[in-house]
């Protein structure tokens, strides 16, 4: 389960995903001016040592949807250098390193153990300042894994999501579905 502190975080998770995706490969052509990056919704993964934060943001420009894995460390974390997104304070946890999902570790693990082992993305808890659970959050989504592949070697997750059809329900990949959505979503996959 995600522990989820009702905190300040300067920069905002928002505006840390925006200044991410518009410097990507494959979101060429958006104009967070004219229209500006609005968050959908979200889910998150356990990390089982609970050091990082994994957290997977559903996010809309316009009439292109996107999808950003991110983690958070207390620490930086040197492996993963390059692939630090921002520096953030949060009022609870104090600083955080945010790191695209896609190179860490903890975050590559728990995607692959989900779709292999066909279970689902973390509940979320609303906790106070000392961690004691207040109140599930439920108004998140739901993402969950089909089963392993044989053969499979590494991942792919999806950029670019499409709304429009529903995904297959394959073996080795990881499904989404949320309020408002009424079909499940292809969010990555096991190759």
Sequence with gaps: MADIYNAQLQPD??????????????TGGIDLGSAPLEKIT?????DPAGEVGVEVHIVRTGDRVFQVPLTYRGEPFEAAEDACVAEMDHSVLGRRWVYDGNADPVFIDQL??????????AKQYLVDETGTKIDE????????GTGP?????????????????PAAEDPGRLLGIWEGQAHPVLLAKLI
């Design 112 to 121: 692959v153990r989900t779709i292999s082992e066909s279970t689902r993305s």
């Design 13 to 26: 998770k928002i505006d840390v995903i925006a200044d991410w995706l518009v410097k990507q490969e494959g």
């Design 42 to 46: 979200a889910y998150r993964f356990d």
């Design 137 to 144: 959050i439920t108004e998140v989504a739901l993402a969950y």
């Design 149 to 165: 592949v044989v053969g499979a070697t590494t991942f792919a997750v999806e950029r670019e999501l499409d709304l429009s059809a």
